[in-house]
């Protein structure tokens, strides 16, 4: 990148670190479980919902406890199953349609980052029937206060529950963006370990390394806050104590209670102080091929951070050092190294490969255009790079490179 892109690009991240204080952040109501959210729904006079979830979600019974409580507290309850991963305006449209035809009064997303985007933007197009959902791409396009919203993520990943953002694929074209604005951050949430006890191993990994890479691009960026380093750190240390066992049994309710208050504390990090490449590459990858978001950034997250090199040396060892990955006396060199070591043991532990099949390196020059126009100016990353500069991060991660 030339340096006048980069002066402009840090100047952008310079103006928006300054308003941050300023900016209408806030973090939901945590719920105490799913058997007291008809309390909830009933102090705010609300008789009708849409449930937005997932076909497998659903048909697995794991939203019948909720549905039950519902039912037993006279709340009607219509539902959306249908969200796929990676949701779509498509998606979104339908739900928005059984939402308006059930005469429902508020939402509640049921599921990991993709039921849980999918009933934010449903919340935004009925707050602006005006604006379609393609419009609302990028920053402050709702700027509306949306329906009531209670989010019961099923993945510890995303940290959609807490964050501005929601992540939209187009149907026809494939192209995949984010959508921010404050009005998106949902009023309520539910952390309850036991809807992600069935949580496949594989999932559990990839949702869970999501979390990791929001911490970490969270913490290495140029955007941090006092509270955003904290709550990234801390996020870090609970996700290399508890991922294992998260992934070892499905069942160890405090393994995955402390996943999802680490991804929960990693949403807190990265709505604030952004994400960065790892997360622009791996939208990119998603939109294209459709690759699982947590697997995309599984396998980028080390590839990235070793191409970032020394700049990222500092906060790669401060993370280190306080998820104790390695002695407290080695050089910041050494402590990043076993930093990125650690998260490449823990895609081998769960078989995460190190490159994508999918990935065709005719495709390279288009989706590194895409990566470089989702993440410059606004990801204050810690090295700055154009879409050239990109490919060749794509290149590092082609199967057979
Ligand atoms: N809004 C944000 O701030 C934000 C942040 C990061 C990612 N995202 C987006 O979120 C989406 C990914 O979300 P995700 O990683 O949570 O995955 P997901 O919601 O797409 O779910 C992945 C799979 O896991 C299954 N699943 C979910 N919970 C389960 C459970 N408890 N038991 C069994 N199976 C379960 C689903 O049925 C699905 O097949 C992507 O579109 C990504 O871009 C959003
Ligand atoms: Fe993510």
């Given at each position: 990148m030339n340096l006048i892109q980069k002066a402009y690009c840090r100047f952008y991240q310079g103006c928006m670190r300054l308003a941050l204080p300023f900016l209408p952040y806030r973090e939901p109501t945590l719920i105490?479980?799913?058997?007291?959210v008809p309390k909830v729904l009933e102090k705010a006079g609300i008789q009708k919902v849409l449930l937005v979830t997932g076909p497998h979600i659903y048909a697995s019974g794991l939203t019948a406890p909720l549905e039950a409580a519902l039912a037993g507290a006279g709340i009607g309850c219509a539902v959306y199953n249908k969200t796929v991963s990676n949701p779509t305006d498509a998606d979104v449209e339908a739900a928005r349609a059984l939402y308006l035809a059930s005469k429902s009064q508020a939402l509640i997303a049921f599921g990991g980052g993709s039921p849980m985007d999918c009933a934010k933007v449903v919340g935004a197009r009925i707050a602006r029937?005006?604006?379609p959902v393609a419009k609302?791409?990028?920053?402050?396009?709702?700027r509306k206060p949306l329906v009531p919203l209670i989010a019961v993520p099923?993945?510890?990943?995303?940290g959609s529950e807490t964050t501005v953002a929601a992540v939209i694929t187009d149907a026809k074209t494939h192209h995949k963006y984010a959508i921010n604005d404050f009005v998106l951050i949902p009023p309520y949430a539910v952390l309850a370990p036991e809807v992600t006890f069935g949580l496949p191993p594989l999932l559990t990994a990839t949702t869970g390394m999501d979390a990791l890479t929001h911490a970490v691009e969270a913490y290495i960026?140029?955007?941090?806050?006092p509270e955003t380093r904290a709550a990234a750190t801390e996020a870090v240390r609970l996700i290399f104590e508890n991922l294992p066992f998260a992934c070892a049994d499905g069942q160890n309710r405090l393994a995955r209670a402390n996943m999802l208050r680490a991804s929960y504390l990693a949403g807190t990090a990265f709505t604030k102080s952004y994400v960065g490449y790892v997360h622009a590459i791996a939208h990119s990858l998603g939109g294209k091929y459709g690759v699982a978001h947590g697997m995309a950034n599984a396998i980028l997250l080390p590839t990235v951070l070793e191409a970032y090199g020394s700049a990222v040396w500092g906060s790669l060892a401060a993370l280190a050092r306080a998820a104790g990955l390695c002695e407290e006396d080695v050089s910041d060199e050494a402590a990043a190294a076993a930093f990125i070591a650690a998260v490449r043991r823990l895609n081998a532990d769960w078989n995460i490969p190190a490159a994508f099949d999918v990935l065709k390196p005719a495709d390279i020059p288009a989706l590194a255009r895409t990566a470089a126009h989702e993440a410059n100016p606004l990801y204050p990353v810690p090295v700055l790079w154009d879409a050239s500069q990109l490919e060749a991060v794509y290149r590092r991660v082609l199967k057979d490179a």
């Open positions: 105490d479980g799913i058997a007291a029937p005006d604006v609302m791409g990028g920053l402050l396009h709702i099923t993945t510890a990943g995303t960026g140029r955007s941090t806050t």
